[in-house]
């Protein structure tokens, strides 16, 4: 199994910055995408950014040109450069990692989510 630890959630100011980090232990399995969710009071949990192996990157339209997805393959971490924060980025953010063995199934893990409040 692959068991993921997030850091780096916290409070901050609008227009203020975070970065959050999400190291994953892993033996026997090779990572695919990697990515992060976030899920705020009263709404569903939503994808905000995610990374291929390969590098290529995805976001959610609303964090677009502010928020930043990144990968060390080397330390199986990803990261979420996150700038110009806006008091509607307040979430619990997750990490979310697909992974498999030797067999073609992917799995999928989560983080212990990282509470950010951005404060206007």
């Known amino acids: 199994q692959v068991q993921l630890v997030e850091s780096g959630g916290g409070l901050v100011q609008a227009g203020g910055s975070l970065r959050l980090s999400c190291a994953a232990s892993v033996r026997f399995f090779s990572i695919n995408a990697m990515g992060w969710y976030r899920q705020a009071p009263g709404k569903q949990r939503e994808l905000v950014a995610a990374?291929?192996?390969?590098?290529?990157?995805n976001y959610v339209d609303s964090v677009k040109g502010r928020f930043t997805i990144s990968r060390d393959n080397a330390k199986n971490t990803v990261y979420l450069q996150m700038d110009s924060l806006k008091p509607e980025d307040t979430a619990v953010y997750y990490c979310n990692v697909k992974y498999r063995g030797i067999t073609p199934y992917e799995y999928t893990n989560w983080g212990q989510g990282t509470q950010v409040t951005v404060s206007s």
């Open positions: 990374i291929t192996s390969g590098g290529s990157t």
